[in-house]
């Protein structure tokens, strides 16, 4: 570099520095690299959807085309004619473009993008190009050519690509400061969206993967950069101890998903006992989980740690007008199906010249021949006077021509041989002239009506490649999976009370709970002193730790009951308060504060205990009453941040518990969410129902399978369930059925005794169907007759299931319902009656007489303040059966 590119900056004050000013060939090279990256190889044009690769691949292809396959060792051979780079990068260009099963028909071992495996060798492997590909890329009457790299040959500019090809077939690439990621979406909804795009109204398109999987397209953002799509394999229970995995997330494979799970288990994030790969044309993984584990909760922990699920940032870039040009999908779409409306219109405007060229030509024939002009040449000499004798016999009988005769008419017409001139037949010639007239009619027609003509294409794109390109990915809703719910609890927490100590490798203290890595733990100290704080090996709290368990953020069930002794002479208060969300690792003070506070009782309490404990104080002075009790369910549920109620100014001796406390929360309310297909309580979907501790739901699918389980939020749930409440127990299930086997419809009644346990309760015979089931305690049905051959048909009659059989077994057959055909069966709505009460009215009593309410966490200490109504219906997931542990100081 010369030195006059090099600026010295000298100061005394200042360090020497030296800055260098890139010029010359330096400044413009790392532009020319950049936009050729750019245009010439990552980013697809947006008229055709091909990048330069692609382009040249299947120019070459249809140059080779004869029908047969042809070696792709062959056709990347051809290709390296137009493409400046080497064989690896075409042939890995083909393979990809061929696996998408859209523009090339292939041959031989092409990969599998389900399991990852690679193609072989393009010499071991066919291809040729498909129908779909003949019928909509090509058409060298319309394309735009331009020199090849080396000037010996000319390769399209543009292919004219007449349907929108970018969006059905995706593509992603990482250019020089900028990439594009357009995801694949489904070919039949393209369609659809552009035949509405052209009849003027919205439309909506979203991806559509060859591996299938879920989508969640939520925050899909149309493509554009910003957005984001996650997608989940679909992982469905074979059996109690086997989960099955039949659709993989685009942009992974078996072998990355098993590798992810396999990392995962030794980890200690889930707990599987083998998994086996049966994937061949399809997905098939089975994952075995040791006894004892929940299927449910695996589930969420594969979508949680492992492959199972991922998220997809597309960013919809392409070229246009040799410039980068961001875009999202539906502007794609809408621009690729004006194009295809201008290529048509180009391609008819070309049709229609032909045919007035035939009918032209076809007319000047006739008339040469009917009219016999070719005998007034027979005298001519000289060329000239051949040229002017036609000429001049055809002026006559032209008026009704369209154009004028040009010399290369005439000339044409003098190279009709003889023998046609004798053969000729005016019938046949009008015939073809005819003919030539109603095309030119059909497409001027199409020409006039242009929009319709386009709509028809697109239709009979539909109509004539559609079949078996169904959407293959579910749009479907996902809730996000909690990760510390999931979790497995593999770790062991330990405290050292005395010298105020937490962690896992503690071992020789004393053992608290099963944890994760990943778990927060709650810990309060004597002090009054609380904090939340990371599971680690040894973490210092405080001295003298009276509680320590694993902290669920949100939880609103677990109410904490605290007595404290304010200050080292002060009264001692009484409080009950829940812990939702805090900073981690800060110490929050639960007393007012002042020095030498204690706690003189605490008690946690995951469903909202409360007990009953007695009081007794030390003799001093005239105190009267040295003993009494005190009911927590008295006392109201506030912040954390409150001063509590005073209980007593004078010392305490002891605190002693006297009676163990039920809950005072009132029962859970459960709601189903249809779209996402899981139970929540934020009042999302349809209220399920008021749970307690041992409420169990109801499930019966429509395939005849009745089950009860605990109300647990991560419970998924079937596709064919049609039933889905509170279980009463003594309320009977109602069902008729078709019985496959004797071609009968039965009755039946029938209580669920094995709570817990899935059973079957209609015949396993492939006949055999559940035409209606009701949960009603007196259901009425509508029986629609088949109508005889010869006879009237049957009135409909009505029946009272109640009436018509006695409750039994669940594996009773049951009674007949009629001997007549039967067209139809219908649900009625039930007679009017009045459930039996099971709820113990003490019960019931200790729920509706509570009162709870709870302040902010940063509420004023004043008891005066204004409470409000605890809401308890959180969305964790409560230990309803968990014990509450007390501690006495």
């Known amino acids: 570099m010369s030195d006059e590119n090099i600026d010295i900056i000298d100061s005394q004050d200042e360090p020497q520095e030296s800055i260098t000013r890139v010029t010359g060939m330096y400044k413009d090279w790392f532009l020319d690299y950049a936009s050729y990256v750019i245009l010439e190889r990552a980013v697809p044009a947006i008229e055709d959807g091909f990048k330069p690769v692609q382009r040249r691949i299947m120019h070459s292809m249809k140059d080779l085309d004869d029908g047969r396959y042809n070696k792709v060792a062959n056709i990347v051979g051809h290709t390296m004619q137009y493409h400046p780079h080497g064989d690896a990068s075409i042939a890995d260009a083909m393979v990809q473009i061929g696996q998408k099963d859209l523009l090339i028909d292939t041959q031989g071992n092409w990969g599998n993008i389900l399991t990852g495996d690679r193609a072989a060798a393009s010499r071991y492997i066919e291809a040729r190009l498909s129908k779909f590909a003949l019928d909509v890329v090509y058409n060298p009457k319309i394309t735009e050519w331009q020199a090849s790299y080396d000037g010996r040959r000319k390769e399209p500019v543009n292919l004219p690509v007449m349907f929108p090809l970018l969006l059905a077939q995706g593509g992603e690439g990482i250019a020089v400061g900028l990439s594009t990621k357009i995801l694949p979406h489904n070919f039949i909804e393209l369609i659809d969206a552009s035949i509405k795009h052209l009849n003027g109204k919205r439309f909506t398109i979203y991806p559509d993967f060859p591996t299938a999987g879920i989508i969640d397209t939520s925050n899909y953002n149309d493509g554009l950069r910003g957005g984001k799509i996650r997608v989940r394999a679909k992982i469905s229970p074979l059996n109690k101890n086997t989960l099955v995995i039949t659709e993989i997330p685009y942009g992974t494979n078996t072998s990355s998903l098993i590798d992810s799970i396999l990392k995962a288990n030794d980890k200690g994030k889930i707990k599987i006992k083998k998994i086996e790969d049966n994937t061949a044309a399809d997905v098939e993984i089975l994952v075995h989980l040791p006894s004892g584990i929940s299927p449910d909760k695996t589930i969420d922990a ?422 889905l409440e509170k279980w009463i127990p003594k309320k009977p299930i109602s069902v008729i059925y078709y019985n496959g086997e004797k071609e009968i419809y039965y009755v039946k009644r029938f209580l669920i005794e094995n709570e817990g346990r899935e059973e079957s309760f209609i015949p396993e015979h492939p006949g055999s169907q559940l035409e209606i089931v009701s949960t009603d305690w007196k259901p009425m049905a509508e029986i629609e007759f088949k109508k005889e051959r010869g006879k009237d048909r049957k009135a409909n009659e009505t029946v009272n299931l109640e009436e018509f059989i006695a409750v039994k077994g669940i594996s009773a057959l049951g009674n007949q319902l009629t001997k007549e055909k039967i067209n139809q069966v219908n649900l009625l709505e039930p007679l009017p009656y009045e459930a039996p009460e099971d709820t113990p009215a003490e019960e019931i009593e200790v729920v509706d007489e509570m009162v709870e309410s709870v302040t902010s966490e940063n509420e004023p200490e004043n008891q005066s303040t204004k409470t409000t109504e605890t809401d308890p219906d959180d969305d964790t997931e409560s230990g309803l059966d968990d014990q509450g542990q007390i501690t006495l100081f």
């Not at 794609?332 to 405007?349: F, H, P, Q, Y």
């Not at 809730?479 to 510390?484: I, L, M, Q, S, Y």
């Not at 104080?617 to 927590?632: H, M, P």
């Open 302 to 723: 594969l979508y949680a740690f492992t492959n199972c699920e991922s998220s997809i940032s597309p960013l919809g870039c392409v070229i246009e007008d040799n410039k980068p040009f961001f875009v999202g999908v539906s502007e794609m779409l809408r621009r690729s199906t004006d194009n295809t409306v201008v290529l048509l219109k180009s391609e008819l405007e070309i049709k229609l010249g032909e045919y007035e060229e035939q009918w032209h030509f076809a007319s000047l024939e006739r008339i040469f021949i009917e009219k016999r002009i070719y005998r007034d040449i027979e005298e001519e000499e000289t060329w000239e006077g051949v040229i002017t004798a036609i000429d001049k016999g055809l002026q006559p009988h032209t008026k009704h021509l369209k154009r004028a005769i040009t010399e290369e008419d005439i000339v044409r017409l003098t190279e009709i041989r003889i023998k046609r001139i004798s053969k000729f037949d005016i019938d046949k010639a009008q015939q073809k002239i005819d003919a030539l007239e109603d095309q030119i009619a059909e497409v001027k027609h199409h020409l006039a009506n242009l929009i319709a003509y386009a709509i028809a294409y697109f239709q009979r794109l539909k109509k004539d490649y559609g079949e078996g390109r169904e959407r293959k990915t579910e749009i479907k809703t996902f809730e996000d999976v909690d990760a510390t719910k999931v979790v497995i609890r593999n770790t062991k927490l330990y405290v050292n009370r005395v010298e105020g100590f937490v962690g896992t490798s503690l071992r020789r203290d004393e053992y608290v709970c099963d944890c994760s890595d990943i778990d927060d733990i709650i810990v309060f100290t004597k002090t009054g002193k609380m904090m939340v704080t990371k599971v680690d090996s040894k973490t210092f709290i405080g001295k003298d730790i009276m509680h320590v368990a694993v902290f669920k953020k949100k939880d609103k069930r677990t109410i904490y009951n605290l007595m404290y002794r304010d200050g080292a002479k002060g009264p001692t208060y009484v409080k009950r308060f829940a812990v939702t969300s805090v900073t981690r690792d800060k110490e929050y003070d639960l007393t007012n504060g002042n020095k030498g506070s204690i706690v003189w009782y605490f008690s946690a309490n995951p469903n909202g205990e409360a007990e009953v404990v007695s009081i007794h104080l030390r003799q001093a002075g005239s105190i009267k009453k040295l003993k009494w009790d005190l009911d927590f369910a008295d006392i109201l549920i506030k912040g954390r941040a409150s001063k509590g109620n005073v209980v007593t100014k004078y010392a305490i001796k002891k605190i002693e518990l006297k009676e163990k406390g039920v809950s005072t929360l009132k029962p859970r309310k459960i709601w189903f969410d249809d779209t996402v297909q899981r139970l929540n309580v934020d009042e999302r979907g349809e209220l399920v129902g008021e749970f307690r501790g041992e409420d169990r739901l109801l499930i019966i699918t429509q395939s005849g399978i009745v089950k009860t389980i605990l109300p647990e939020l991560s419970t998924h749930f079937d596709d064919d369930m049609i039933v």
